[in-house]
């Protein structure tokens, strides 16, 4: 096994893990939802995600893995190689566009930094989302 494939065997493990958590919290589920959205100091949640919008993020995510398993030739590919090339450099971008963020509550240039939600995005979420680009770069690489 290659260190590519047992990172991207990884990867699909966290996506379908962290897909399964926003379905958890699409339902009313309540850990670590605290340290999920980002906060605006003083006055709490910068926004309140509804039941489709988490939904969303799950298939998103559930997708992603499924997309990293079809190029591990684990599950079938129902679509051209040239398109699923694609896909992954679109996951590149969206990950990697995340890990960066919207330079105010989110990501590693982030001016917020003492909540909650920016320690926790600072030490997991994106730098989780820059390995996550590297991998969905080099899958796309692939032969």
Do not use: N
Not at 1 to 30: D, N, P, R, S, Y
């Amino acid at each position: 096994m290659t260190i590519l494939t047992f990172a991207a065997w990884t990867a699909a493990g966290a996506l379908v893990l962290i897909a399964l958590l926003h379905v958890f919290w699409a339902f009313g589920g309540q850990w670590g939802a605290a340290a999920a959205i980002p906060e605006i100091p003083g006055k709490g949640a910068a926004f309140r995600p509804g039941l489709l919008a988490t939904l969303a993020v799950a298939a998103a995510l559930t997708a992603a893995a499924y997309l990293v398993l079809a190029r591990l030739e684990v599950l079938p590919r129902a679509w051209p190689r040239a398109l699923e090339t694609g896909l992954f450099f679109t996951g590149a971008a969206v990950f990697g566009l995340r890990a960066i963020g919207e330079f105010r509550y989110v990501g590693f240039f982030a001016r917020v930094r003492d909540t909650r939600f920016a320690r926790m995005d600072r030490r997991l979420y994106s730098p989780l989302c820059l390995c996550l680009s590297a991998l969905f770069a080099a899958l796309g690489l692939r032969a």
